[in-house]
């Protein structure tokens, strides 16, 4: 087969189990609902061969006007070296104005010559840690003068107010597209204002439960958050730490998570870059670049 035998075409609904297989066979492990909510939040690109099978997708989420990321980035094993995620990065690529516009992702150790023969480079790190559900149990964590809720469907939009003035971005459609999926959502209050002081999610993968994300006001609630979501709790967990984050990284050291790998944060484009993640000590997740 060659470049020209792939095709664009839109996502049947009956097709989500097709993105789970695809995911299994590269080692990903989403699951239904994983797909689910990048479908909802995001924008697929899906190659398909001769025969209709998926062969290659890249989704491409918005955050605000000059700034998005891309995420899911796949080609099939058996279709690779076709240029196949050249032509899926395009697609998504057209989308934007690249002269007044950041573009993000965290790339994978074959993604990387891809991407930085297209421009991109790198600006920082993305750590992936685990915790075995065989890790020692911790403590339940405190606060003074705070307080750990569940976050309640009424106060939603308090949260994701929240999540805007930290990050400086509006990440509100793959946040409520989580939340709606029956994600755990913890956040800490001020006892006597009432006022949120952070709040985390986790849910489930395949093989393990993924922490993210955590944002807060400072180390101390993000470690605290963090601890509350898996106190108590007998499963594999993964969080996604950025580098420039080293101090949250210890302390999730010392709770039994381990460093398993380091993937490239890598941008694109001409539009400013500021430190978008200065409140949040753990990112979504990589498949949201």
Same mark, same amino acid.
């Given at each position: &087969?060659?470049?020209?035998?792939?095709?664009?075409?839109?996502?049947?609904?009956?097709?989500?189990?097709?993105?789970?297989?695809?995911?299994?066979?590269?080692?990903?492990?989403?699951?239904?609902?994983?797909?689910?909510?990048?479908?909802?939040?995001?924008?697929?690109?899906?190659?398909?061969?001769? @025969?209709?099978?998926?062969? @290659?997708?890249?989704?491409?989420?918005?955050?605000?006007?000059?700034?998005?990321?891309?995420?899911?980035?796949?080609?099939?094993?058996?279709?690779?070296?076709?240029?196949?995620?050249?032509?899926?990065?395009?697609?998504?690529?057209?989308?934007?104005?690249?002269?007044?516009?950041?573009?993000? =992702?965290?790339?994978?150790?074959?993604?990387?010559?891809?991407?930085?023969?297209?421009?991109?480079?790198?600006?920082?790190? #993305?750590?992936? =840690?685990?915790?075995?559900?065989?890790? /020692?149990?911790?403590?339940?964590?405190?606060?003074?003068? #705070?307080?750990?809720?569940?976050?309640?469907?009424?106060?939603?939009?308090?949260?994701?107010?929240?999540?805007?003035?930290?990050?400086?971005?509006?990440?509100?459609?793959?946040? /409520?597209?989580?939340?709606?999926?029956?994600?755990?959502? &913890?956040?800490?209050?001020?006892?006597?204002?009432?006022?949120?002081?952070?709040?985390? &999610?986790?849910?489930?993968?395949?093989?393990?439960?993924?922490?993210?994300?955590?944002? @807060?006001?400072?180390?101390?609630?993000?470690?605290?958050?963090?601890?509350?979501?898996?106190?108590?709790?007998?499963?594999?967990?993964?969080?996604?730490?950025?580098?420039?984050?080293?101090?949250? #990284?210890?302390?999730?050291?010392?709770?039994?998570?381990?460093?398993?790998?380091?993937?490239?944060?890598?941008?694109?484009?001409?539009?400013?870059?500021?430190? =978008?993640?200065?409140?949040?000590?753990?990112?979504?997740?990589?498949?949201?670049?």
């Amino acid at each position: &087969m060659t470049y020209s035998d792939f095709r664009f075409r839109q996502l049947h609904r009956n097709e989500v189990e097709n993105l789970v297989q695809m995911t299994d066979e590269v080692g990903w492990g989403f699951s239904a609902e994983n797909w689910r909510i990048i479908l909802s939040s995001g924008q697929i690109f899906l190659l398909v061969d001769e @025969a209709n099978e998926i062969a @290659a997708t890249a989704a491409l989420f918005r955050y605000r006007d000059h700034l998005a990321s891309i995420g899911s980035v796949i080609v099939r094993e058996r279709f690779r070296g076709l240029g196949l995620a050249s032509r899926v990065l395009d697609a998504a690529e057209d989308s934007l104005d690249l002269d007044r516009s950041i573009v993000q =992702l965290i790339a994978t150790k074959d993604g990387f010559p891809v991407y930085q023969s297209r421009g991109y480079r790198p600006i920082a790190d #993305c750590h992936r =840690l685990v915790r075995p559900k065989r890790a /020692t149990q911790i403590s339940v964590p405190s606060l003074p003068a #705070c307080r750990f809720d569940p976050v309640p469907p009424d106060m939603w939009e308090d949260v994701l107010d929240f999540d805007r003035k930290c990050n400086q971005v509006d990440r509100g459609q793959v946040l /409520t597209a989580m939340f709606h999926a029956g994600y755990r959502t &913890m956040a800490v209050f001020d006892q006597k204002t009432g006022q949120i002081l952070g709040y985390a &999610m986790s849910g489930p993968r395949k093989s393990m439960t993924v922490i993210g994300p955590v944002v @807060a006001k400072d180390l101390s609630i993000a470690c605290a958050l963090v601890q509350m979501l898996i106190y108590g709790r007998s499963e594999d967990f993964r969080i996604d730490i950025l580098s420039h984050q080293e101090a949250f #990284c210890a302390v999730m050291n010392r709770e039994g998570f381990c460093l398993e790998d380091t993937s490239p944060v890598m941008v694109r484009g001409k539009g400013p870059l500021k430190n =978008l993640q200065s409140d949040a000590y753990a990112i979504i997740s990589q498949a949201f670049g």
